[in-house]
């Protein structure tokens, strides 16, 4: 007899029963799902909440969702994309999430996080900056909070974010804290190539 092969692992069935939730079309099943997760009173549009709510201690999500912050996120080449853990793939803006309540830390893509808590709104606003190389509000904010700058560097920065010129040491500053947060976020393989 040929060896058999072993099960797929309980994590990737579920990432695909999730992915089938996303783009099937069995309203039933859905129906089923939210009530499971106790959701059945609220429309549940992002297919990331059930997979959060399994790794969370809290039962329902509107409890759930206060347990996970923002731990870091990564802008990658397609190269070295990653799998959401609803299924999709390939995501290149990562989102590193983390619960300290189970101590569980997943990789989720910008599309299904910024959609499912308050915590994450600001990242609407930090990756279509970073892609454009630019520095706003929420990019100062982000890496402040996670020590990728300084306290100096924080307020130069929301000093001279908005204007048009700058001096030549003005610039150079500005180009040299702008490399430091990038380079926290960018992978090295698209920094190659932008
Ligand atoms: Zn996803």
Redesign the pocket.
Known sequence: MPPVRPDPSGASREARRIAEMRHGSSGTRLEADREGAGLVTRKLTA??VPVLLRYSSASKWEDAKTEWRLNHIEWRDTEDAET?????HP?CELCIVENEVTNTTLT??N???NQVSPEFEQLKRIFPAIKQGRINPAVIDYARKRNIINQWETDFLSNVWRKRTYTKNQLAKLDQIKGKIFKSIVSPARRLRT
């Open positions: 297919p990331i959401c853990e609803c299924g999709h995501i989720i893509g599309c299904c996080i």
